[in-house]
T-cell receptor
Framework: GAVVSQHPSWVICKSGTSVKIECRSLDFQATTMFWYRQFPKQSLMLMAT?????????EQGVEKDKFLINHASLTLSTLTVTSAHPEDSSFYICSARAPEGTDTQYFGPGTRLTVL | KQEVTQIPAALSVPEGENLVLNCSFT??????LQWFRQDPGKGLTSLLL?????REQTSGRLNASLDKSSGRSTLYIAASQPGDSATYLC?????????FGGGTRLMVKP
């Protein structure tokens, strides 16, 4: 089946540094990938939609200059949290939309970010 | 804008009980609805996917139904086990994005 990986699975960084999270579709090409954020005991919130070869579409309230998304290939999207602060600490999950003809999204295992 | 509500927010039951998790939504113009399971600190595991034209899907002890006219979906878990303890999320797909409910945290006690 379709597998999506994320790297790293967890990361701890100092306030003010930038952190890059990778999302890969391992056995299929994904023209569209999604980035979600989940705070403790809350549901997932869509941050942005990433389309290969074009700029990401950000949801209202998500700062595009702070959360840089790059989808340079059909199997890789990256989320860079720039100048991270403690309030950015969260669980970040990506998903990849299945190949044409379906609306299924396959989810990565998530990345736990802790900003000290 | 689609709003998805899950009730109850938390549920604790003894092992062996049959239980129902509820998901309601405001916009019936959807492509499909998915139920997910999330274990603490982990990613999502897709449980069942119901297409807009379908009324239910079954997988093992799980059965999910969809009633677009009333804006409701239910996830039925038969003969619950401690290993079923997790957060269950429903998500509506109305095109290019999923809208998630707040989830139901389920605890099945031995």
């Amino acid at each position: 089946g379709a597998v999506v990986s994320q790297h790293p699975s967890w990361v701890i960084c100092k306030s003010g540094t930038s952190v890059k999270i990778e999302c890969r579709s391992l056995d299929f090409q994904a023209t569209t990938m999604f980035w979600y954020r989940q705070f403790p005991k809350q549901s997932l919130m869509l941050m942005a939609t990433s389309n290969e070869g074009s700029k990401a579409t950000y949801e209202q309230g998500v700062e595009k200059d702070k959360f840089l998304i790059n989808h340079a290939s059909l199997t890789l999207s990256t989320l860079t949290v720039t100048s991270a602060h403690p309030e950015d600490s969260s669980f970040y999950i990506c998903s990849a939309r299945a190949p044409e003809g379906t609306d299924t999204q396959y989810f990565g295992p998530g990345t736990r970010l802790t900003v000290l | 804008k689609q709003e998805v509500t899950q009730i109850p927010a938390a549920l604790s039951v003894p092992e062996g009980e049959n239980l129902v998790l509820n998901c309601s939504f405001t916009d019936s113009a959807i492509y499909n609805l998915q139920w997910f399971r999330q274990d603490p600190g982990k990613g999502l595991t897709s449980l069942l996917l119901i297409q807009s034209s379908q009324r239910e899907q079954t997988s093992g002890r799980l059965n999910a139904s969809l009633d677009k006219s009333s804006g409701r979906s239910t996830l039925y878990i038969a003969a619950s086990q401690p290993g079923d303890s997790a957060t269950y999320l429903c998500a509506l797909n109305a095109g290019n994005m999923l809208t998630f409910g707040g989830g139901t945290r389920l605890m099945v006690k031995p």
